[in-house]
Structure formats: C-alpha cells, structure tokens
C-alpha cells in the first residue's frame, strides 16, 4: 500500500491513555515510535488496499495526537527500519508501557474500524491484546 501524506482533518475525541500522561507522539520513545509506526503501516496493509476511509482515518488519529507531519514522518521511518509483518510484531514486543500500548491499539482499531474490520485486521488487534494484556478493549 502506498501511503501519501493527506490534507489534515478533523479532531478526534480523547481516549483512555490521555488519562494516564500519554498525551500523543511527543510522549512517546523512539521505539514506541518505530513500533506504532511498523503496526499501523502493518494494519493498513492487510487487507492490500489503501482506501479513502483509511485515509481518513490516518488523519483523524494524526490529528488526535496532536501531530500529524511527526505521524507521517513515523510512518516512513518505521518503513525503512521494518521491512515484514513479523518485524512489526517484533517491535510490538519492545512497547512496555501500558498507556504506550493502549494509545497504539486504540489507533490501530480505529483505522480498521474505517472499513468495517475483516478477519486479518481482527487477528492482529487480538494479538496485541494477548501480548500487550488489554483485557477489555480501549476503544470509546
């Protein structure tokens, strides 16, 4: 999928992890950043198309966190630091931090959400819900 940087949009609602200090991308090391990045570039690609409604979607969540050229700007240096879906889940391993991990999944569910979430998308977001211990899902 190829992924070009659109025009901004809408502000998105807060969610959970603004509650515990994690306020968007500033808040987040660089290999949360390399790890966001890699799973949002994964989740797009799953279904090997990048539609208009996912487009909207990257822009919502880049404008939700407050930032959305550093989100585009993660996009592609997780791009040429992750080249495979098991590379994605690699650095998925690295996030430690639970607000981390919530702000991540809240984001990836929201982009999968932008089409209706098929089965691929689904198996990665219970995935990192195994491996990150999110018991009931973040989303609002």
Known sequence: AVLTRPRRGPQARG????????EGLADLDG?????????VRLMIGLDGNFSAE????LEMVSS??????AFWDMLDAAAEEIDSPEGARSWAERVKRQPVRELIYVSLAEIAMAEGIDVAEASLLDELRAMWGIVESPVE
């Open 31 to 39: 290999a949360e950043r390399t790890a966001f990045g890699g799973l």
């Open 54 to 57: 996912e487009e909207q979607a």
């Open 15 to 22: 969610m959970s992890y603004r509650e515990k200090g994690i």
């Open 64 to 69: 939700r966190l407050g930032a959305p050229d």
